[in-house]
Every structure is written in structure tokens, then in C-alpha cells.
T-cell receptor, first 114, second 110 residues
Framework: DAGITQSPRYKITETGRQVTLMCHQTWSHSYMFWYRQDLGHGLRLIYYSAAADITDKGEVPDGYVVSRSKTENFPLTLESATRSQTSVYFC?????????????FGNGTRLTVT | AQRVTQPEKLLSVFKGAPVELKCNYSYSGSPELFWYVQYSRQRLQLLLRHISRESIKGFTADLNKGETSFHLKKPFAQEEDSAMYYCALAGNTGFQKLVFGTGTRLLVSP
């Protein structure tokens, strides 16, 4: 399912640095999402986007910034990384907000903040 | 508020044994429930959704509104079922409100 790709797969950064995680999908799906996966918390929604130039906060948006200038790209930026942002980040897309349209996930980015 | 609870972090069974992965939810409206699975070195993917009333890879899940549960069941586990399973709930507003449980790792031993 190579339609949605995340980069990098692994990233180590230092506290206070800015880091951007990339997400690209080739399906022209309207909806895109960023989740973080942590032990004991499962997956939690950070931000989502309904279309180009339309983004909204999810459950845990603090410390993150997103943009969506093109339908196919949905980068996630940590403006000043903190250790609490060490996590595995998943990007996902969906053709629509309708629940019979499944979420398609990327492979994830494992981020470590030292 | 929406909440999904998966009480077991790890479920270990032998091949051929029945499997039940528990999922309980809290939601005041009419829920839409899903099971997602992540096999080793693979992407998280949809396994099944209650609205479809389907059986995928021998797994079924029935929504019990009285007990607010959506347990995943399979009568005879296979080694290839070993994976991480996530129960998820969406309100009728769509995926932007999808809430995941903490996940259960299923380990099927030969």
C-alpha cells in the first residue's frame, strides 16, 4: 500500500530543535491525519485536515504545527522539540470523513528527542 | 466524552484456542466501532467495522450496546494472528473524532 509515505522513518533530535515530519499520499484523499502512538495511550490524534488549507486540532495539538498547502502533503512540525514528544508518529489519509471510507496509515516515524 | 478501554495489554494463547480481545467504550451517542490491526513490520490497517457486520480472517465482533462492548473474537487462533489490535470508536461526526484504545498484543504460540 505505497500510496501514503512518511519520512524520515527514524529521527533523533535534541530538545529545543525544530523538526518536521513529512507525509505524502498519492490518492488525492481529502482527509489527512496525524497521530502519535505511545505506550499506555494508544493512538491519539494531533491534527487533521479536511482539504488543502483546512486544518484543525485533534486531542493533543500542543507543541505541534501543521500545514497543507497541497492536497498530497501534510507535514507535521515540532517547533521546539521536548522529550515528551518522543513517540511514534503516524500519518493517515481517508477519501472522505464518512466512516465507510477506511483510514490508510503510513509506516510511521519513530522520533526520539534527547 | 468518548473513551475506549482495552483492559488487556497482552493476550497469549496457543494455536487452535479461541480468542477474545476485549473492548469497552463510553459514548453518549450512537457509536461506530472498528478494529484495527498492526502485524509485525506492517502498517496499521483496518480489520473490521461493526457497520459492515463482516468476518475478516475468521474474526468477528458484535456491538453490545447494553454492555457497551465490541469484543473481537475468533474461534481458532492461528500463529499469523499474532499482532497488535486496536479498538476504535468514532462518533457520527466522522474520522476527525476517532478515538483509539491502548491496544492489546495478541501472541499465538504453536
Amino acid at each position: 500500500d505505497a500510496g501514503i509515505t512518511q519520512s524520515p522513518r527514524y529521527k533523533i533530535t535534541e530538545t529545543g530543535r525544530q523538526v518536521t515530519l513529512m507525509c505524502h499520499q498519492t490518492w488525492s484523499h481529502s482527509y489527512m491525519f496525524w497521530y502519535r502512538q505511545d505506550l499506555g495511550h494508544g493512538l491519539r490524534l494531533i491534527y487533521y485536515s479536511a482539504a488543502a488549507d483546512i486544518t484543525d486540532k485533534g486531542e493533543v495539538p500542543d507543541g505541534y504545527v501543521v500545514s497543507r498547502s497541497k492536497t498530497e502533503n501534510f507535514p507535521l512540525t515540532l517547533e521546539s522539540a521536548t522529550r515528551s514528544q518522543t513517540s511514534v508518529y503516524f500519518c493517515a489519509s481517508s477519501e472522505s470523513r464518512q466512516l465507510n471510507s477506511p483510514l490508510h496509515f503510513g509506516n510511521g516515524t519513530r522520533l526520539t528527542v534527547t | 466524552a468518548q473513551r475506549v478501554t482495552q483492559p488487556e495489554k497482552l493476550l497469549s494463547v496457543f494455536k487452535g484456542a479461541p480468542v477474545e480481545l476485549k473492548c469497552n467504550y463510553s459514548y453518549s451517542g450512537s457509536p461506530e466501532l472498528f478494529w484495527y490491526v498492526q502485524y509485525s513490520r506492517q502498517r496499521l490497517q483496518l480489520l473490521l467495522r461493526h457497520i459492515s457486520r463482516e468476518s475478516i480472517k475468521g474474526f468477528t465482533a458484535d456491538l453490545n450496546k447494553g454492555e457497551t462492548s465490541f469484543h473481537l473474537k475468533k474461534p481458532f487462533a492461528q500463529e499469523e494472528d499474532s499482532a497488535m489490535y486496536y479498538c476504535a470508536l468514532a462518533g457520527n461526526t466522522g474520522f476527525q473524532k476517532l478515538v483509539f484504545g491502548t491496544g492489546t498484543r495478541l501472541l499465538v504460540s504453536p
